[in-house]
């Protein structure tokens, strides 16, 4: 059944979001590249973590399904669809973010895996939010509250958290460890939310099995 579900599925996925989220992102980290900026300014880590942003902006428009109120009755399972709809943009995803790393100066690269852990957190944030959205609304479509949440909760987080709670540090502040503990901490509680999120609604399942009565 899952075979039989990736060519539909496929055609199903946003990818003009998810493509204008990877090109924008790209387009942002090579941006120095067309300045002729040098290797000892390159801001390389801010360009990641706004690639990675850009990226998770075209995530959060995943599980966009206008044809949901019918695929909702299909009786292959969400966590089936969405789990296989994960599976085929993780490869996408990881070469998208190699070509991302790859196009920042090796002299100007950050710590990779703490960049990143921060890239990875970000994008289960937007599949998480997008989950929320598809099990607690009817929604077809949630991308844009989504994308829009995630935009804005990040922005509050960065402007609001206080000194010591900071996530976005510079790789030089003593604050860089502890900020990835708190990074690597959003990503689990995001991950879990998602998990939680792609269950079948107790009350739906409920209904069909007193419609099978």
């Not at 902006?57 to 599980?63: H, I, Q, R, T, V």
């Not at 709809?85 to 996408?92: D, M």
Request: glycine letters at 8%; a positive charge; proline letters at 8%.
């Amino acid at each position: 059944m899952v075979r039989a579900l990736v060519r539909p599925v496929w055609r199903g996925l946003p990818r003009r979001a998810l493509a204008v989220g990877a090109g924008l992102g790209l387009l942002l980290v090579g941006a120095p590249w067309f300045l002729s900026v040098s290797p000892e300014t390159w801001p390389g880590l801010e360009m990641l973590r706004v690639a990675a942003l850009a990226f998770g902006l075209g995530l959060a428009f995943l599980l966009d399904d206008p044809a949901r109120n019918t695929t909702s009755a299909v009786p292959t399972r969400r966590p089936v669809r969405v789990g296989l709809r994960v599976a085929l943009v993780v490869p996408f995803a990881a070469l998208w973010w190699t070509a991302a790393l790859l196009l920042v100066p090796r002299d100007a690269r950050p710590p990779l895996g703490a960049v990143t852990l921060e890239a990875a957190a970000v994008a289960v944030l937007a599949l998480a939010g997008a989950s929320l959205a598809v099990r607690c609304t009817d929604a077809a479509e949630p991308g844009v509250a989504v994308s829009g949440a995630l935009l804005g909760g990040g922005l509050t987080a960065a402007l609001l958290l206080p000194h010591d709670w900071a996530l976005i540090v510079p790789a030089a502040d003593p604050r860089w460890t502890a900020a990835h503990e708190r990074w690597a901490a959003v990503l689990l509680v995001a991950a879990l939310t998602a998990g939680v999120a792609w269950a079948e609604p107790l009350r739906r399942r409920a209904a069909r099995v007193t419609g099978r009565r």
